[in-house]
């Protein structure tokens, strides 16, 4: 691979797309290629992404294998169900990042029963920081990063995923939660919702107002937060997860919480949580668990590759409490992509990548 | 008492004070007498609270003995800790509705572990609607308007308990659930924090952000809510209570789960569980089931006295979960103010009090 | 007519009608009639404005004469354009209140210029506060309402315009500016688009933004403040009007500045001008000039009838900059919309209409 | 100078010192050097900047001469009227970068007029695309970026200010506008009052609600705006301007209108106005007039150092508007003074600074 890397993006209207190109235009190594849509094929990219003053006089090309050929990487930001016959057109050797949730699911059943289609296949899953409990030995924690280097398809995660996940899983790792009662409620910023034109997404509805939406175990984030938990070494998992959009754009605040382990002395709890907590992302370049007493907000993670994180033992009530902040279009969407790019490209795994918040 | 009520607020320039004042201004049978605050004594009600037009030109006076004398209602809407020195100067009949936490729990040692001081007391809780499990017969619900009627002291709930109580006593009372893991996490807009100067609570730092705050057992609306359910009839509650600051000056949504009672047969329990939220409010003016399949948001409830309320069951989960919103000033505060002293008169329990919110 | 007045709204599924329906439910003389709309005929009035408790259930009609017929009043909050015809079938007799655009202007040149179509006739206009110059005699001052009492058919006028009119009028009709040179700038909510599914009206896209729409003379309430400031005395209005959509979902707050006139010595200006707004309002029930220092907010009207106002002048500069504010869906439509209706019917201006806003 | 600067941030606990530490720890060639304030001095960073993740361990220091000793570069982002008496003691050859105003206006009697205390004296100004009439000959124009390459002591422009002069000097250095009656009206993000506990700037106030504030040719920002109209070849500024506080952290929309000057034949003006400012900013990295018919959003700027502009003409009000979008902690603070550091030093203008703005 010459020393430039030449990506494209499918989909490059959307909210996805868009961040996606925003960090792409900042990435030392990367020059972007093709810009790719369906409906707005043919206009500038200016007029649906004017933030992206670099990159606004190119024209969108339609998504065909045509104008997605020549790139070392091809990043689809596409609905979900539409990724896998576009990838089956690619040259294995390119890299491809599928942002929708087509291959991110192992299990061809729990696809059907919450996407309602065929399963397109599962791709090595892009979230670095995953610790795999089966390959956990001597050598210290295994993590999802060494599945992704060399990777040429990655099927990175979802934004709810990714928060709940990286939130819950030291305590999953260290057994010192029961998985088989996790309680998870999210406030969720509106831009996770895509560019739909749908009444309850219009701004004069969703300014000073907060609502649920996918309540009582029917959003489709739920089988693989569990897949996730499981990698981690939770047998079992049984998971209510209720999502809430709050007045903002960006941004998924996730409160987490699971039954203390059985085994786990009361006592000695809060001490042992922590403790855990940190160990497992002391050397972790975006995630964060803050200084005790300081708790999280989205506003410190925005426009970075940031999770913040922060934990409480609730001895009264018997549970491990976990706030997790990610910009849920970086590190829950466009910024993993570029972390598994490099990781998958032999790059610095913190190329083009920012830890700073645009706070306040 | 005479076909006019007059009522004097103490604490007229704080959010729960304007708020009191905003109501009994449109109620039809009040007339608003003493207005009175502490440092904002001397100053035009219209420099704190511009928005009340009709009071305007009131001058708030100092609060004490002699200001609130000759009121048929005094309503104290004071720091927590302040209103029990008050009250003590007030003639016994005079009906006294305290806005603060002083004189809602009836455990002592809970006031002291949660509040640190001396337990002021306890009065009758304004929470009409509150189911009484211990009144219950042959002839129905037992609730706890009926304690209120004739009260001259009423304890006013706190608006985050009054959320989650309305919210879950209804699968209480049922023996649908099961109290012991409860787990709540709260939407909550910025003037539950009242005029508070601190830099958290600022626009700059909450616009475009979601926080927690009081995370791990630590919030003093803990043991008020396991109160009302015990109330309810759950022994042995624990409680799991996480609020969170978004982007709205107003509302309060709760998301509230507790695992499904042993003896519900997990193929019937939706329709149970529905059925049993629908009936507990059939008659309830102020607190509404939303049809099947529509979920709550705050904004439908801004500036009403309602509580809306949706739950589902998560069979895969092994939940109920249950979403209410309210206007944190108005079911939360000030509103159920008036619905409890319109008990405690005899006058129609909705006077005044309106169920239109303010929506979009 | 009955002691019961009955209303029936058409175009109830939007943001007007909704609003519309809000106050009349309040209103001690009204009881609503049909519910009508277009494509959301057949469906529960809750689907489309759940905040309206009590009337949730009623089943929305088709706006069809037959719908309509047997009312004391109609209330048309339709598109621009379509409200010509639904009058035209309303019996004469019938008090008909257009919330729409269609009878507001009294040049039909100026309607075909702005709207593209033809003009659908004058209609007695709405805005019981605006001066009328030329009935200016011995008696004080002559204002619309003087117009609109028996009327049957009322052109209630648009919010950016109440606004703009309010706030400058005074300095028209006391001849202290020069109309020939206003400009206005504006930050509006976004309910005033309606419910309108656009892109730029999404809350991901609205949340922390601020943008201008219609900018450079071609908003189409132009033409309709010019003709309010001529009624108002002021021959050769020329104005620069710019709105901008900021993150809210109510109100408008309205900047308009307009040079001193030539006359005015600017020794003397300041307390000319405050002299004139405060008495030209010292009788308005719902328009209320601050107390000196004071200037409004768009939360002080929120839910609330009310315009407030403030005024300066600016000596260096040689303008007079007035701020207005209103709640658009309230002063701005519906309750102007029930204010006319109580002066047409002989009602109590006030009946039915609040002062106090829904603060913080 | 060694190839990598180290820069001092005097204020770091502040918004305007946040936002520099953010901007500095991305450039390339800069390594952070002491980060120094008053009251938090001993405290940690993340305590205060907790979105600087990169820089949270660091100390904060008092703001003392040795503290600041050592260094390429100061930055003085100090309440106003401090910053004197530090840039004093530091050496003459130390880049000193004022955030503050206290540098900024050099004529010592308007400083007096709108500060009330004794002028600090004026260094280069630093907005680098300011056109500089008098320096302009056959080689084009001349900007204020000429006069800072090599400087040692730079003011940097006020926020508002680097939106009104961006918005309206083309206009002005090409003769088509008259200064002369030029109106201002900003939407403001609460960032740009500070971090100060003042009640209107608190959440459950700002939040949903629009006001203005300095109105009446109050504002501190006017003579620096008339000053830099001036440079740019107005003679006889009159300006009203009133900015408005509105729901968002960040950012400034600036809307200025002026009178086409007399010679501006309206037939004509519309293409020549809009050439004007176009050819204005064709060579500018970071000012872009946007595409005919694209108006720019506060939004399109957050995070990035870019001014948007868009321009129109009224023919029937006789001026010419425009609309001016801005962070105001980037192009109107930080990302300036990085900018002007850039110059000064010799560096790439660019270094450091983005143009894609976070959004949405």
Known sequence: MSSTIRVAVAGASGYAGGEMLRLLAAHPRVEVGAVTAHTSAGTALGEHQPHLRSLAHRVIEPTTPEALAGHDVVVLALPHGASGAVAAQLPGDTLVLDLGADHRLTDAEAWRTFYGSEHAGSWPYGLPELIVAEGAGGAGVARQRDRLAGATRIAVPGCNVTAVTLGLQP?????????????????????????????????????????????????????????????????????????????????????????????????????????????????????????????????????????????????AAGRVVTVTAIDNLVKGTAGQAVQAMNIALGLPETSGLGVEGVAP
């Open 171 to 315: 305590g999953v790792a260290a057994g010192l939660i029961d998985p088989s009662d996790v309680v998870a409620v999210l406030a969720n910023g509106y831009s996770g919702a895509g560019k739909s034109l749908k009444p309850h997404l219009l701004a004069s509805e969703g300014l000073g107002s907060a609502r649920p939406y996918a309540v009582g175990g029917t959003h489709r984030h739920i089988p693989e937060i569990a897949q996730n938990l499981r990698t981690a070494g939770a047998p079992g998992v049984r998971l209510s997860f209720t999502p809430t959009l709050v007045p903002m754009s960006r941004g998924i605040l996730a409160t987490v919480t699971a039954p203390l382990a059985g085994g786990s002395g009361t006592g000695t709890a809060a001490g042992a949580v922590r403790q855990a907590w940190v160990e497992a992302y002391a050397d972790e370049p975006f995630v964060h668990v803050l200084p005790e007493g300081q708790w999280p907000s989205t506003a410190m993670t925005q426009g970075a590759n940031t999770a913040l994180i922060q934990v409480a033992v609730d001895e």
